[in-house]
């Protein structure tokens, strides 16, 4: 028989969800991962939640931001995810490897991604082993384009422990 955990991941782990690049800048440095936990909060006022790992360095360095850019990562972009999400800022400079530019409040803003925003942190939660983090949209770009999947993102060894 299965553990409610082991029940609650068989079900979770079929979702089929879209993968952001998250990006900030503090302390004067530029910050970013992958991440999978993200959802709109609200409609009206827009709000949008995303969680950062407290193993990610974009988390250990950049949780007092006061912004985050948020990236729909887009479909044929799996090595700007792998960059993102198989890499460490701690070994690998990633803003180094890829195309980028400075977006709303200093935010680095991806260039392969068209799909886009910059949010004002309202809130932090602990939310077990990841912090979420609620934000009220202040910028956006927005461009048609399928995007990067979970499941594909199940493929990437992550850059740092789990």
Same mark, same amino acid.
């Given at each position: 028989?299965?553990? &409610?955990?082991?029940?609650?991941?068989?079900?979770? +782990?079929?979702?089929?969800?879209?993968?952001?690049?998250?990006?900030?800048?503090?302390? +004067?440095?530029? &910050?970013?991962?992958?991440?999978?936990?993200?959802?709109?909060?609200?409609?009206?006022?827009?709000?949008?939640?995303?969680?950062? /790992? =407290? $193993? $990610?360095?974009?988390?250990?360095?950049?949780?007092? /931001?006061?912004?985050?850019?948020?990236?729909?990562?887009?479909? !044929?972009? !799996?090595?700007?995810?792998? *960059?993102?999400?198989? =890499?460490?800022? @701690?070994?690998?400079?990633?803003?180094?490897?890829?195309?980028?530019?400075?977006?709303?409040?200093?935010?680095?803003?991806? @260039? !392969?991604?068209?799909?886009?925003?910059?949010?004002?942190?309202?809130?932090? *939660?602990?939310?077990?082993? =990841?912090?979420?983090?609620? *934000?009220?949209?202040?910028?956006? !770009?927005?461009?048609?384009?399928? @995007?990067?999947?979970? =499941?594909?993102?199940?493929?990437? @060894?992550?850059?740092?422990?789990?």
């Amino acid at each position: 028989m299965r553990t &409610l955990s082991e029940t609650f991941d068989a079900i979770v +782990g079929d979702f089929e969800y879209p993968m952001f690049i998250v990006t900030t800048a503090a302390g +004067g440095e530029r &910050l970013g991962c992958l991440v999978g936990f993200a959802t709109q909060a609200s409609i009206d006022p827009p709000r949008f939640l995303v969680c950062l /790992s =407290h $193993n $990610n360095r974009t988390y250990r360095h950049g949780r007092d /931001s006061g912004w985050l850019a948020v990236h729909a990562v887009l479909a !044929e972009a !799996e090595a700007l995810a792998e *960059l993102f999400g198989g =890499h460490t800022e @701690d070994d690998v400079d990633k803003f180094g490897r890829c195309a980028w530019h400075d977006g709303p409040h200093g935010m680095p803003v991806l @260039d !392969e991604c068209g799909n886009w925003f910059v949010g004002r942190v309202l809130d932090r *939660l602990d939310a077990g082993d =990841h912090d979420a983090f609620l *934000l009220e949209p202040v910028a956006a !770009e927005a461009e048609p384009q399928a @995007d990067f999947t979970f =499941h594909r993102a199940k493929r990437i @060894d992550p850059g740092h422990e789990a």
